[in-house]
């Protein structure tokens, strides 16, 4: 049963953190975009993996990103120059897993559209 209420609570976890975050919105709905197309062009296994793995990271690294940014928010909750930074430099590993992702997406299906 405590297996059953922990996953429970990681899904509720999950549902709060779509509910206040639109990068994250954005982000899985992106990624389902990304899935189906690699579905509707039958990309192969190891392509398909490395979309899904490319895909989850984002997700996952935005999800580290709201955490701890709002741990920083508890630890500071008033303007600070270092919280200011601290979230840029969040904000900046996100973005370049997204510009990496982009790039794992060209390549992988740059061959299937022309």
Avoid at 4 to 18: D, N, Q, W
Wanted: proline share 2%; glycine share 6%; with cysteine.
């Amino acid at each position: 049963m405590r297996v059953v209420k922990k996953f429970t609570r990681a899904i509720s976890g999950f549902k709060g953190m779509l509910a206040s975050e639109l990068s994250l919105k954005i982000e899985v709905i992106a990624g389902l975009a990304v899935l189906t197309a690699a579905c509707f062009f039958k990309v192969n296994r190891f392509e398909f993996l490395f979309l899904a793995g490319t895909v989850f990271g984002v997700i996952i690294l935005e999800g580290i990103n709201t955490i701890l940014e709002r741990v920083v928010d508890l630890a500071q909750p008033r303007y600070h120059e270092a919280v200011k930074e601290t979230k840029d430099a969040l904000a900046a590993v996100v973005l370049l897993s997204v510009m990496a992702a982009v790039i794992v997406g060209i390549v992988i299906f740059w061959p299937y559209l022309i």
